[in-house]
């Protein structure tokens, strides 16, 4: 067959498209997934109908033909003597004592039924109307329930049915009347997030009866009569451009949210987030970071953005905390939501983590104990809660995700100032609302002062050491990350005439360069690297207590990943740094024939089991394996106490696997065989 282009391909008809709204709240598309599609119900006598408009929920009623081949009568008649007894009344399920007709009840699908529509073709002229759901329809065996409630029934009355004669007058009796509690806002929001709730709001809703009509009958044409009809407003003539017709047909990015795929709570898009205002990318980069250094949500936004206009941005959606922004809790739990833990509300949950934050400006670290017994929250939302803002460290509790910020804090006072206020008239609002006592707060705010009086010595080291530009702003400061083209060759020119023994990499515009400082320069770089390589070995080690070279680079890289670009720990980190890091958290570098590579432990945790630690170190500088018993003996003689096998089993499992009725120190074997 001989193909034609386009230009010889002729239009043959042109339609008109309408979309009609007369029944879009009414139009249902039926699915029957049990039974063939050669076997439809275009003859079948349908002998009623019921909706539930709000669920979207259809209940048909479907004669059985009881003449037919394939129907057993004695099995019809038996069930329906099961269900009505043998004397029915008007409310009899099956009045013609025989099973003759069957319900069927829609399920939901879970295909959206907005992209769906029926069309009408009539004078020429198409008419499309939305279908409101989508339901599969399925038989339903009610039926059943209430034929084994009647032979219960039937049973409980034969066999109370001699004694009821026998007995007399009942006795008065004494009846206590109990008041019930008010409930509490908790209680009732569990209440209404129940299942048993939901449930009886959903019997509770009322069925809309419903009238059949059969296909190409009179009165199914005038109801497809309705789809065509048109409104008395005269629509124009549709006359545009190829290309901006393609764009209307695209859904917009508003539109399709919901439909996109979920993606991992740490994954943002940045192309989608370019296309963002700038209030609205800022509260997104909160939204998805929970808490976010300023300098890293400069690096975040696009290039040349604003700082004071980025400052006026974060204002609206977030709070200062040690220097930090940490999004507000109206942002994360929006009003009338509730938790997906617990079912709690979301003012209630605002105020708990109002409380966890305000706490945080107060001290580096809290107990989940304290916040627990002042919140008054379920454990899995105090959990939640303090995960987004802080990290566990051991013999302390939950620390602060990040060093205070005070780059920030020294460049914008008067934001300090302002946050500072607002934080006193939110706890002046949470004291009353949580019923927090003055000891309490008094307590807290002594706690607060003695850090602050032992942080102060560190910070007049720091501000001496902190190196300038020629611009005024800081090396360090990787908020101003444009440097003037000045200041990178000086630097250039000074790497060239400074020795190659205090050569040290420094990050400008995200890119990493070989270049030299004078002494104290160099200080100030070293102090602040190892300070971030610290707290992050520390953070590791204290949470597995042994680590191997491998795993530790392996942490190290999935960091790097995630971090914004300028990481103070990009391409920096070797292996004797990570060893003498290590002994300076006060763990322990292993260096043993065993083993292929350097391998870190830490015992000092402070706490009893201290010694039986400190005795599964010892053993490990001479041998990958150990016996439970050796670990006890070590451990009591090293500090007079004891302990029971099953406290150095515990013990033994953070630092080894056993395998073989033998312990191994992690990472020492293969154990996936």
Known sequence: MATMDDDEDPVDLEVNVHLSKTLANSLYLLQYPVRPSFMTYDNVEIL?????????????????????????????EQFALNVDGRNPDATAVYSSNMMDKQVLLSHACGTDSGRYAVGYFRDGELYLSPVRAQVQMKPSFNYLDKSDTRAESKIAAQEGGDSSQDEGEEEAKAVTVKFA????????????ASFGHMKKMQEEEAWVPLRFSNTYTESSERELRMLSQKSGESSNEFHV???????????????????????????LSLTQLKSMPLSDQVKALLTNAKVIRFNQLLHLLPQGTDP???????QIVAVLVQGCWVVKSEVLYPKDGCSPNSGISSELLCRGRDFVMWRFTMTRCVTRKEIASIV??????????LEQMSHIKVNHGWEFVFEHDYDFTDRYPEIVERQNMLWDAKFQTLSKQLNISEAHEKKIREIAAAEAQAERPRRRRTSRTRKRTLSGRSISDHSDMETESFDIDQLLKDNKTKSVGHNHNSVLNGATMEISHDH???DKVSEEFRTELRGFIKEKLYSRYVLSMSELKRLLNMKLSQAPPGYILSGRVTDELCEQTVIEIGGIVLATKWQEEPMFMFSKTGDELEPVRTAICDLAKTSNRMVKKTVLKNAEA???????ENTVKNVLRDYCVNKNAQWYLKCSIDTSS
Not at 181 to 192: F, I, N, Q, T, V
Not at 308 to 314: G, H, N, S, V, W
Not at 376 to 385: G, H, Q, T
């Open 520 to 522: 104290n320069d160099s």
């Open 48 to 76: 009623s109908g019921k909706v539930k408009p709000n669920q979207k929920k259809l209940e048909l009623e479907v004669s059985l033909n009881t003449r037919s081949k394939h129907y057993s009568k004695s099995k019809g």
């Open 241 to 267: 451009e190829s290309t901006e017709y393609l764009k209307m047909l695209m859904s917009h990015a508003d539109e399709v949210q919901h439909e996109k795929p979920a993606m991992p709570n740490n994954v």
């Open 181 to 192: 509690r008010p409930e509490s806002d908790l209680a009732k929001a569990r209440r209404l």
């Open 308 to 314: 004071q206009a980025t400052l006026r941005a974060i």
């Open 638 to 644: 090293m500090s007079g106490k004891t302990f029971t």
């Open 376 to 385: 008054k929250l379920p454990s899995e939302d105090v959990k939640d809660i």
